[in-house]
Every structure is written in structure tokens, then in C-alpha cells.
């Protein structure tokens, strides 16, 4: 079945720097691809996506591209904020699309 | 829209006790997801609802777990008897459905229940 791995963290970085999130998946057909955001305290919101292969989802800075041939998903901010502090999960539909299976999630703390 | 509603915000329960947990969808969206988060374990799907009907209650941890869904704005999930591990966030979400948005979910600002 379809499945996805993000990198576990935390990732620690300075107000301003470059952010990579990692997230791989494995999946039979096309699924569309996600990338949540949790802040503290609060539930899950959805931050960008990208429904078919080369698509680049962007939103408040951040991006990523649907890579088919690599099969990956990487989430990207050229340069981060505090209030990017918060916890990260990828996410893939299921086969049937109508569920999404999600990554175990990464924290990102940033600093000033 | 006022997006999805859960309530309480809180539970605070002893051992033993039924604890309901209710959540209101975004009008409109034919799909809701109950999940439950925890550190240990990380976002668990426990069941989903499509239209009403149940469709996926695999990651239901026990008959102790119930969860019924009788109208489209309204759904529960229950836990009786509560048990201390059950404590978590426990997060309802919604989505539309459809091809345009397809697997797009909204979730809710989660009830923290904590057994004691």
C-alpha cells in the first residue's frame, strides 16, 4: 500500500536560514502529495499540495515539488522565521483517494 | 465557515468513566476522520465516514473505541470505559471529497482528554 517517510528531527535553525524537509513515498498509481502544519496547541493545517507529477505547491514561502522520479515531496523555505517554528507532516492519499496517510511528522525550531 | 467544531476542548475524566467526544464538520464535506495523536505513537487514523456510513474502522485500538456518525453535521466518538493510555489529542477532520479536492483535509483545533 501507499506509504511516506519524512526525516525525523528536530530541525534546529537560525531566524533566516535555508529549510529543507525531506519526505519520500511509495505508492501505486499517482496520489496527490501534501504538506501539513501543526503549530503548538492547535490541529493540523493544510500548507500547500500538489496533485500530479512536476506540480510545485507553494504557500507563505514554502514550496515543493511532486518528484515522480525520485518519488519525493521535499518541503523548502528560502528563509525562515520564528513563526515558522512548528511540527511538519507530509502526507500521500491512499489508493482509493479518500484518506491520506501521513508521515510521523518533524519539528522545526526556530531561533532568533 | 467556521470550520470544523470539536468539543470539549478539554476532558479531564477518571479511570472507568465514559468520555464523549463530538464533532461538528464543515458543511458540505462528505468525508470525516477521527484521529488520535500522541508522542509515543505519533497521528493514527482510527476510522472514517463517508456520506454517514462508516468505511474504515482498522485503527479503532479496541472495542472500548465506538464512534457513530447519525447525521451529516454531527459525529461522537466514545470511550467506555476510559483507561490512562487512552489519554491524547484527539483530532476530527473533514473533507470534501470530489476530484477538484481530492483527499484535502480540514481539521479541527482537537480535544486534549486526559484519564487520570
Known amino acids: 500500500g501507499n506509504s511516506v517517510t519524512q526525516m525525523e528531527g528536530p530541525v534546529t535553525l537560525s531566524e533566516e536560514a535555508f529549510l529543507t524537509i525531506n519526505c519520500t513515498y511509495t505508492a501505486t498509481g499517482y496520489p496527490s502529495l501534501f504538506w501539513y502544519v501543526q503549530y503548538p496547541g492547535e490541529g493540523l493545517q493544510l500548507l500547500l499540495k500538489a496533485t500530479k507529477a512536476d506540480d510545485k505547491g507553494s504557500n507563505k514561502g514554502f514550496e515543493a515539488t511532486y518528484r515522480k522520479e525520485t518519488t519525493s515531496f521535499h518541503l523548502e523555505k528560502g528563509s525562515v522565521q520564528v513563526s515558522d517554528s512548528a511540527v511538519y507532516f507530509c502526507a500521500l492519499g491512499n489508493q482509493a483517494g479518500t484518506a491520506l496517510i501521513f508521515g510521523k511528522g518533524t519539528t522545526l525550531s526556530v531561533s532568533s | 465557515d467556521a470550520g470544523v467544531i470539536q468539543s470539549p476542548r478539554h476532558e479531564v475524566t477518571e479511570m472507568g468513566q465514559e468520555v464523549t467526544l463530538r464533532c461538528k464538520p464543515i458543511s458540505g464535506h462528505d468525508y470525516l476522520f477521527w484521529y488520535r495523536q500522541t508522542m509515543m505513537r505519533g497521528l493514527e487514523l482510527l476510522i472514517y465516514?463517508?456520506?454517514?456510513?462508516?468505511?474504515?474502522d482498522s485503527g479503532m485500538p479496541e472495542d472500548r473505541f465506538s464512534a457513530k456518525m447519525p447525521n451529516a453535521s454531527f459525529s461522537t466518538l466514545k470511550i467506555q470505559p476510559s483507561e490512562p493510555r487512552d489519554s491524547a489529542v484527539y483530532f476530527c477532520?473533514?473533507?470534501?471529497?470530489?476530484?477538484?479536492?481530492?483527499?484535502?483535509?480540514?481539521f479541527g483545533p482537537g480535544t486534549r482528554l486526559t484519564v487520570t
Open positions: 465516514f463517508n456520506n454517514n456510513v462508516p468505511i474504515d
Open positions: 477532520a473533514s473533507s470534501p471529497g470530489g476530484r477538484g479536492a481530492r483527499n484535502e483535509q480540514y
